[in-house]
T-cell receptor
Framework: DSGVTQTPKHLITATGQRVTLRCSPR?????VYWYQQSLDQGLQFLIQ???????AKGNILERFSAQQFPDLHSELNLSSLELGDSALYFC????????????FGPGTRLLVL | AQKITQTQPGMFVQEKEAVTLDCTYD???????LFWYKQPSSGEMIFLIY????DEQNATEGRYSLNFQKARKSANLVISASQLGDSAMYFC????????????WGAGTKLIIKP
């Protein structure tokens, strides 16, 4: 158990809908990262937050947005969903002392029908 | 451009044998880190081992060791005395320290341990 929690574990929705994925980092970790793992594109970095502030953006679509709250949990919002958004979405967190090592949550498996 | 290459899409290894998973990387930055993660069929991503670019000794964590050859830009994972539970996807990843700490991933190697 990495200490990072993600909810829900599985999500099935229809095209055009909007969903919210939630992540709670390990206790004390200030950085939260979101990654998408799909069959055709592999693992891709989406976005990073550090102590509530957006720090870096990767290959995140405009239909996707994220935020990190004062209690450090983070949410990834996916809207106008398309079939191609079906993927495993990971949240990871890292701490001050070992900022490099990212510990991953169990992931949210999203299926868009 | 930063890139991670894993040239072995899949490997079969006999139980109790040692196995080496290949990883080469490309970066012009001097300060970087290399990781190996394990992803079992259940889907979670498990951190195995980390090597910093300035670390002179190869990293070891139990049965895992990282064979770091900086001049060759390789960071192979060695698993000693393989077990059935080692069957999984293994990903090599790189982080650039002066950047935003995002992980750059290889395509992965599917390792199957045969009894």
């Amino acid at each position: 158990d990495s200490g990072v929690t993600q909810t829900p574990k599985h999500l099935i929705t229809a095209t055009g809908q909007r969903v919210t994925l939630r992540c709670s980092p390990r206790s004390g970790d200030l950085s939260v990262y979101w990654y998408q793992q799909s069959l055709d594109q592999g693992l891709q970095f989406l976005i990073q937050y550090y102590n509530g502030e957006e720090r870096a953006k990767g290959n995140i679509l405009e239909r996707f947005s994220a935020q990190q709250f004062p209690d450090l949990h983070s949410e990834l919002n996916l809207s106008s969903l398309e079939l191609g958004d079906s993927a495993l979405y990971f949240c990871a967190s890292s701490g001050l002392l070992s900022q490099e090592t990212q510990y991953f949550g169990p992931g949210t498996r999203l299926l868009v029908l | 451009a930063q890139k991670i290459t894993q040239t072995q899409p899949g490997m079969f290894v006999q139980e109790k044998e040692a196995v080496t998973l290949d990883c080469t990387y490309d970066t012009s930055d001097q300060s970087y880190g290399l990781f190996w993660y394990k992803q079992p069929s259940s889907g979670e991503m498990i951190f195995l081992i980390y090597q910093g670019s300035y670390d002179e000794q190869n990293a070891t964590e139990g049965r895992y060791s990282l064979n770091f050859q900086k001049a060759r830009k390789s960071a192979n994972l060695v698993i000693s005395a393989s077990q059935l539970g080692d069957s999984a996807m293994y990903f090599c990843a790189m982080i650039i320290m002066d950047s935003n700490y995002q992980l750059i991933w290889g395509a992965g190697t599917k390792l199957i341990i045969k009894p």
